[in-house]
């Protein structure tokens, strides 16, 4: 796992897929697998011991975001995606990480990283949930949709133009892309000291209700906390700090 911030003095084309190209390749599971065009990355995720391969699509060409798309498998020499893919879901045409002039936060782990807009105040999870049936390949996408807006999408779930939530596979594993659903992590303040005990959201198949997994250091937490304000950090007990992220709808991300 690794916690990473910077900032952005401009939201130009090319941003995101070039702090993408070094940050995420830091981790010994995640490499750049292509470059179809200009300022257009494949990132590829395999830990194979782990039932876990995938491709993340972002199309960085315009200023402000990237437009992503999740496969099943990539052919370099053609640039093109392989089997199953995600590249919308419901009323979303499409599916979008934001940035702007300021700040950011990522957090990658092995299987899924998480990317906070702390300029726009969205977030998006990206890859593998800590998946109840670990030999399944289960792939998710929960952020911004076609139109991002005002609101958080990791702090609102399901299907709406401002917010996607979404699997590459089913509950099953089997290659069909479906709509998917959470249920709220839950944030008690315990201490004096200001520590918290957050436990993370899940993720379930809107159709079935099969739980997909968790998804790991973010809590969707929907609805204000009083006190609590954009980029505000929470002590855990034991020292793990959580980010809050308010745009309407609140969660918070583990800095880790």
């Known amino acids: 796992m690794a916690w990473s ?6 939201n130009t084309a090319g941003f995101l897929v070039a702090e993408l190209d070094v940050l995420l390749p830091a981790n010994p599971f995640w490499s750049i697998y292509d470059t179809p065009a200009a300022n257009v990355r494949v990132y590829e ?5 782990n039932a876990c391969l ?7 060409t315009a200023a ?3 437009v992503v798309q999740l496969w099943e498998g990539w052919n370099a020499g053609a640039h093109s995606g392989i089997g199953a893919f995600l590249t919308f879901i419901g009323t979303s045409v499409s599916l979008k990480m934001t940035y702007g002039v300021g700040g950011y936060g990522i957090s990658v782990r092995d299987h899924c990283f998480t990317w906070i807009d ?5 977030g998006s999870y990206i890859g593998q949930p800590r998946r109840r049936d670990p030999t399944l390949n289960i792939v ?11 609101v958080n999408p990791l702090g609102y779930f399901g299907v709406t133009v401002t917010s996607a939530w979404a699997s590459l596979f089913d509950e099953l594993g089997n290659k069909v892309a479906i709509e998917s659903n959470g249920l709220a992590g839950t944030v008690e303040f315990i201490t004096i000291l200001g520590e918290v005990e957050i436990k993370e959201s899940v993720i379930y198949g809107v159709g079935t209700r099969k739980l997909l997994g968790e998804l790991e250091g973010v809590c969707t937490y929907s609805s204000s906390i009083g006190g609590i304000l954009n980029g ?15 745009n309407t709808y609140l969660s918070f991300i583990e800095e880790a």
Do not use: E, Q, S
């Open 5 to 10: 911030v910077g900032a952005f003095g401009a």
């Open 232 to 246: 505000d950090t929470c002590l855990m007990p034991g020292g793990n700090t959580w980010r809050a992220m308010f």
């Open 54 to 60: 995938f491709y993340v699509y972002v199309d960085n």
């Open 64 to 66: 402000g975001f990237g």
């Open 140 to 150: 998710v996408y929960c952020g911004a949709g076609g139109t991002p807006g005002a």
């Open 45 to 49: 995720c395999i830990d194979l011991a």
């Open 118 to 122: 702390f300029a726009g105040k969205r």
